[in-house]
């Protein structure tokens, strides 16, 4: 149009009526989106915290759109609220699809998570799961970027008046609404009119406009036929828009013209609620209204209910509460609401709860005295009885919080001291949850002295709770570390019925089995009423248990009432008995109705239980809190600005600053401070009660659990001041099932707690040597069980040695044969020229005896431990020694059966085949055969020593593995084969004539060889670890021996002792008789 205007202007209409493409449309439609995305970013940016809404619904494509709206404030305090963006989810809606979108949409603007304070949505389960909604997933985010600072949710106001509906009509929920919102649209003039009241307050807000009708809302008449328009994402109704916003100055509406459209517009808000005026403005600008019109309080308030408390009171500069168990019940009205209802009464003075109430008093007295605390600062308070009653403790605990004016005007410039800046108390675990859980949201701070219920250590919940007695957490590690020091795993629990019982046995249970293995006998819950009954099914359990120890978690009254029904117990306190027998020795005969408060005991004298001084340390904490933040320099102190606190503006949780970091020592040397949780050092006293001869009783200290910062939790115990009431006078067993000892493990009773079980001893091989074992472990392989079984002992060693009678037999007999061959090859040889000698192949028979002397020898590789040279030895050795001896025999049997047939005409050719030469020669073949057996074994697989311990499960066998079962096989078919080849040709010779046959004796020799390698294949299976040495070597004697006596005895006889015959007509049978 610029250029238009230059260069032709009278056209410049023409150019005007040019539409735009679809491109330039889009391209500018984009320009302001990436305007309005910038300027959002920069924005977002300049929060310094900020709050985000969503709601997912459903358009009329039915497309599921999430609209994301965020709202934040920058360092000026200005607010700002902006539409981020509408995200189309179309596929699933679930928590994860919503807040991944959600995360996308934020991230894309440029949000910093730190700063997020805050979420709206609905109540859909998708949002607000407690696993995996929405709101659980946004809050985890959230806290991980901020470091886990507090972040709220809310639910929109829309949902929350559909929630209502749900109890209350619907009308008085949605009527003003609709009413509300037709009125204004039915007619041009009634918006026009509000639309002029918002832009005179620089209010933006108006009736949300969208192009689509409205969904119908759940649970009201708000839907598209009540002419209104309404944007579908953003669910919030106009009328909490202005309500509360809009705010007139005094004179501005005094100035206003009756008649003008603005007091009509005023006269509609009024009508309708959204404005309330001040009651004196009402009738001159609108007589005709009534001034109960007028949706606004009063000018000044007045205490819904004031309690009517039991209390005590000392003005002072700063004001500490105290609630204290003055009265231990107390008794409630009938309530028919007819008439106002009348407070509950306390009953029943408690003593020892008046006397903690006067030394919180004499706390705060000393503390005025001494100019070193809180100098020019009195100290007051205000101590409440909470008649140990949950309605009268919450009721004061509120009491102390607001205080007790009964009226008080609007607008006045407030200022001073709160009520009272903290609060020591309450005594009861339960009391202390209700008054925290409220009073925390004002972090207004609450220091209890016996409230142990370990939950109230959780900063989340209780951020404001202090306590200078040890949690329940403690207190039950303590009674562990006691139980487990005595050895008590079989105990009873008796536990309030409070949440101090519940949390306290919740812990006992879980933390008794895991630390020190115990279990519980019964667990049973004291009620907090006087039920006999009850009482007495408690104290019959017990008297039946096998449990000899009883732990008790609850308060005197409880111990009262359980005492009550213990009959020992009400005889040695009133020196009374129950039987008649009594009676007539002189004695008082107890009637049950003795008062036992009344009782001069000191089992039921509290006062060395010393919570006074727990009450003394938190009026000190809360003291010394105050003297630290008095002295505060101003410039340098730790709160906005580096400012410092004053009792003039005193917020309590500045307070709760000081109180976080106090640390001091009370005049009695103890050491005072809190942790991260609020809770004071602990430490815990031990007492024992002992019984004086006198009947009476007094308390003693015996030790203590504490925890120090450097040691941990410590148990200090005096064993020798312990008086146990047993005529022992030894600590009593508590146990199930008693201790297994070592050698033996546990073995649980089906059905039974884990601390009872039977002892069962360990098998073969398996030690215990610890008490209580759950399991025997197995011995190293080396190792075997004692017979006790509580330890390891090397196993016994087993070969067949030199030293044993065995190895002795076997090694004589061995050396035997030696020395016999020895002999016989002497005897041969001095006889080397006899015609005996000479006649049997001198030669071979040499050969032979040598080859027995080896075989005799080889055996003693056999004796003794196995080593890695005598496993690849002895049945190399033994094999080549034997196919060497049965070579000869083969060789000598051969020649025989060649000499006979020679000896018939025309055989002489047979004896050139079996020459001295062929016979060396077939006996080296022969043995070199074995030899390359017994070489090809020890290359390929060869035997080493092996430790056995199959055969024997207390002894290790020591033998040789074969290493190559076929290679052994092969060594012994060999040898087989030979001696079945011998033995078949001596067979056939058998008959030859008695001068030439040899044959007969080698057939017998060969008989014995073959039996006793026969019989030894079965025995050698069958003999386990060194037996099966011993019968490998027996083999070789016997069958060695059967050799040597067979072919070598004749002979020698008649050489020896028949030397006639030892000649050359005798063998060839030329020799004469004689007459």
Sequence with gaps: MYDAEIVCPEKRQAFANISLTRNTVADRISDLSADLDSQLKQKVKSFIAFSVAIDEGTDITDVAQLAIFIRGVDDTLTVTEEFVELVPMTDTTTAADIFTALVGALDRVGVDWSRVVSLATDVAPSMIGKKAGVVKKFRDKVQSANG?????????????????????????VMKVVIQTVNFIRSRSVNHRQFDS????????????????????????????????????????????????????????????????????????????????????????????????????????????????????????????????????????????????????????????????????????????KNSKILPNVTLGYRLYDNCATLDIGFSAALSLASGQEEQFRLLENCSGTPSVVGIVGDPFSTFSIAASSVLGLFKLPIVSYFATCSCLSDRQRFPSFFRTIPSDAFQVRAMIQILKHFGWTWVGLLVSDDDYGLHVSRSFKSDFLQLSGGCLAYSEILPWEDHPNEYKKIVDLMARSTARVVIVFALKIHLIHLMTEVKQFWEDTFHCRFSADWLEDGGTLCTGEEELRNAETELLDVTELRPEYNIYKAVYALAHALDDMLHCVPGRGPFIGHSCATLQKLEPWQLMYYLEKVNFTTPFGDQVFFDENGDALPIYDIMNWLWLPDGSTKVQNVGEVKRSVFKGEELTLDENKIFWNFKSEEPPASVCSKSCPPGTHIARKRGKPVCCYDCIPCSEGKISNNTDSLECTSCPEDFWSSPQRDHCVLKRTEFLSYHEPLGICLTTTSLLGTFICTVVLGIFTYHRSTPMVRANNSELSFLLLVSLKLCFLCSLLFIGRPRLWTCQLRHAAFGISFVLCVSCILVKTMVVVAVFKASKPGGGTNLKWFGAIQQRGTVLVLTSIQAAICTAWLVSSSPTPHKNTQYYNDKVVYECAVGSTIGFGVLLGYIGVLAILSFLLAFLARNLPDNFNEAKFITFSMLIFCSVWVAFVPAYVNSPGKYADAVEVFAILASSFGLLVALFGPKCYIILLKPERNTKNAIMGRETTKP
């Design 197 to 368: 009241l918002l832009r005179e307050k620089d209010h933006i807000y108006d009736l949300p406009y969208h192009t689509e009708r409205v969904r119908p809302s759940p649970r009201s008449q708000l839907n598209g036929k009540n002419n209104i328009w309404a944007i579908n994402t953003y669910t919030l109704p106009m009328i909490r828009y202005p309500a509360g916003i809009i705010s007139w100055p005094k004179e501005e509406i005094e100035a206003t013209d009756p008649k003008s459209p603005k007091s009509s517009t005023l006269r509609l808000c009024i009508t309708l609620g959204i404005l309330s005026l001040h009651p004196d403005l009402l009738p001159p600008l609108f007589p005709d209204l009534p001034p109960q019109t007028s949706s606004f309080p009063p000018s000044s308030c007045k205490l819904q209910k004031k309690f009517n408390l039991n209390g005590i009171h000392r003005p002072g500069d700063v004001i500490l509460g105290g609630l204290f168990e003055v009265h231990y019940s107390s008794v409630f009205p009938e309530r028919t609401f007819t008439s106002e209802p009348d407070q509950p009464t306390c009953q029943g003075i408690d003593t020892p709860g008046f006397r903690h109430a006067m030394t919180m008093a004499f706390a705060i007295d000393e503390i005025n």
């Design 148 to 172: 886990g600072r507090d972040f709220w949710t809310f639910h929109f106001i829309l949902h929350q008046e559909a929630l209502c509906c749900k109890s209350l009509k619907r009308d008085n």
